[in-house]
C-alpha cells in the first residue's frame, strides 16, 4: 500500500477491485481509519478509497488491517498496478473476467515495472459506465460479451468525432491478449516513457499493433452511451433480478461512522457490498425493490445525495488546503458555500491549483484558486473570469446559466 505525505498527515489508497467493498471489509476500513488516522475517507475519480491523516507510526497497522480485510495485493509488487476501472454495475461474468486480468498482471513480476499511473479501462457494455477518463488500454464488450473491442492511449468511443476502436478479440483470448500488450508497451517505452500515448506518439499504432494478434474488422462500432444520473437513487439491476441504490457523498468525502452505516444498510438490504464508483459515489447492488425507499431514506438520513439534481451532486471539489499544500483556497468547504447557490443543471469543479486532481475529464466549468476563497472561472479551457468571490462566482455562473 501506498501511503504518502499530504499537509493533515499520511495519505493511504485502497485499491479496491471494481470499486468493490463488501461490508466485512468495510467495517475493517472503518476501525483502521479512526484508530490509524484522521477517520476522513475519501472515494476518488479510480473508483478507490483514500484514507486521511494517517499517523507516522501506524503505517504498519494500516497495512496489516488492509491485508486482513483480504484488499492487499495477489503478489508482492503487484499493489500498484491493479489500476483497472470496472463499470459499477458489471455483472458477474465480467467482474470474473477483470480479476483475471487482474491476477495475471500481478503474478507477472515483469509486469510491475508499470507505472502506477498506467491505466486500463474493461467494460461489460453496461448502461451506468465513465466513458470520458481517458486509458492506456481499454476494453468493452461487444455481440453480447463472445468479443471485446479495445483502444489505446484515449476513451472509449461513444460518440460518431471519437476515434474508433483499433479491433477485437474474443472473450477467451481477453486476458492473454491484454498481458501482450502491456510486454509490448513494456518493450517498446523508454526510460521517459511511462504512459501509452507517449509510446505511440513515438512509433504509431500500427508499429505497436504489428505483434498482437487480433481482428480488426470492427472500427465502425460505438459504445451505447452511458446515463451518469444512474449512479443515483433506485434502478433495476441490468439483470433485472434486483434493484440498486446509488448515493453520492457530498463531494467524495465520508467519515468512517458513514463508512459502517453503509456496510450494515448493504448487509441489512443489499447483497453485503458496497460498489465505489468514478464518480465519487456509491451503490449499494441487490436491494428488493420494496426495499428501495427505505434505503434511500437511510442514504438521505445519513447526509448522502440521491438525487441527481441535488447540488451537491453537480460539484466537485479537489482535497484543497486543509490536506494539500499546493492548494490556494479550502476549496471543499468552498464547494459547500457554492452549493446552494448553484444554479440547475450546472455541473462545477473547484480546484485548489492547476492540476485539477478531482477531475478526470475537462469539466463544463472549473473554478481555480487563486487565492483564499477567491477563483478564475474557466470555461471549455479559456479563462473567462478573474478573481472572484464564491458569490460572484455563483452570480457569474448563474448569468451564464440564463444567457444558455
Ligand atoms: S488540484 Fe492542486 S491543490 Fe488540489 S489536491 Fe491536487 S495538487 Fe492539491
Not at 498506467?118 to 481517458?134: I, K, P, R, V
Not at 486509458?135 to 468511443?157: C, E, I, K, T
Not at 479550502?330 to 462545477?348: E, G, I, Y
Request: hydrophobic fraction near 45%; aromatic fraction near 4%.
Amino acid at each position: 500500500m501506498r501511503i504518502v505525505s499530504a499537509r493533515d498527515g499520511g495519505l493511504a489508497r485502497l485499491r479496491l477491485i471494481g470499486g468493490e467493498l463488501s461490508a466485512h471489509a468495510a467495517h475493517a476500513v472503518a476501525r483502521a481509519a479512526v484508530r490509524c488516522g484522521s477517520g476522513v475517507i475519501d472515494v476518488t475519480n479510480r473508483a478507490n478509497l483514500q484514507l486521511r491523516g494517517i499517523r507516522d507510526d501506524a503505517h504498519a497497522d494500516l497495512i496489516d488491517s488492509a491485508l486482513n480485510a483480504g484488499l492487499g495485493p495477489q503478489a508482492e509488487g503487484g499493489d500498484d498496478i491493479r489500476n483497472v476501472m470496472l463499470s459499477p454495475l458489471a455483472n458477474h461474468a465480467t467482474r470474473t473476467l477483470a480479476a483475471g486480468i487482474i491476477a495475471a498482471m500481478q503474478n507477472d513480476a515483469a509486469l510491475h515495472a508499470l507505472s502506477p499511473k498506467f491505466s486500463l479501462q474493461f467494460d461489460g457494455g453496461e448502461s451506468l459506465a465513465m466513458l470520458d477518463h481517458t486509458h492506456d488500454v481499454w476494453l468493452s464488450a461487444l455481440d453480447g460479451g463472445a468479443r471485446f473491442a479495445f483502444g489505446l492511449a484515449g476513451s472509449m468511443p461513444h460518440r460518431v468525432e471519437h476515434a474508433p476502436a483499433l479491433g477485437s478479440v474474443a472473450r477467451d483470448d481477453v486476458v492473454r491478449f491484454v498481458i501482450a500488450v502491456l510486454h509490448a508497451f513494456l518493450a517498446e517505452a523508454t526510460q521517459q516513457e511511462h504512459r501509452m500515448r507517449e509510446v505511440l506518439a513515438r512509433i504509431g499504432v500500427a508499429r505497436f499493433l504489428a505483434a498482437l494478434s487480433f481482428d480488426a474488422a470492427c472500427t465502425t462500432w460505438r459504445r451505447a452511451p452511458s446515463d451518469a444520473s444512474l449512479r443515483l437513487g433506485a434502478h433495476e439491476m441490468p439483470e433485472h433480478d434486483a434493484w440498486y441504490v446509488g448515493a453520492q457523498p457530498p463531494l467524495g468525502r465520508l467519515d468512517a461512522a458513514t463508512l459502517d452505516a453503509l456496510a450494515d444498510l448493504t448487509s441489512s438490504h443489499g447483497q453485503g457490498r458496497l460498489i465505489f464508483t468514478p464518480w465519487q459515489s456509491v451503490v449499494l447492488p441487490g436491494v428488493a425493490m420494496q426495499d428501495t425507499q427505505y434505503v434511500i431514506s437511510r442514504l438521505d438520513a445519513l447526509g448522502l445525495v440521491t438525487d441527481p439534481r441535488h447540488p451537491l451532486a453537480r460539484l466537485i471539489a479537489c482535497t484543497g488546503s486543509a490536506g494539500c499544500a499546493k492548494s490556494h483556497a479550502d476549496t471543499k468547504a468552498d464547494a459547500h458555500r457554492l452549493a446552494p447557490l448553484l444554479p440547475p443543471d450546472t455541473h462545477v469543479h473547484l480546484s485548489g491549483c492547476d492540476r485539477s486532481c478531482a477531475a478526470a475529464h475537462p469539466f463544463e466549468v472549473t473554478l481555480f484558486a487563486v487565492g483564499t476563497g477567491r477563483y478564475d472561472v474557466h470555461q471549455q479551457a479559456q479563462c473567462v473570469a478573474h478573481d472572484l468571490s464564491i458569490e460572484e462566482a455563483a452570480a457569474w455562473l448563474a448569468r451564464s446559466h440564463a444567457d444558455a
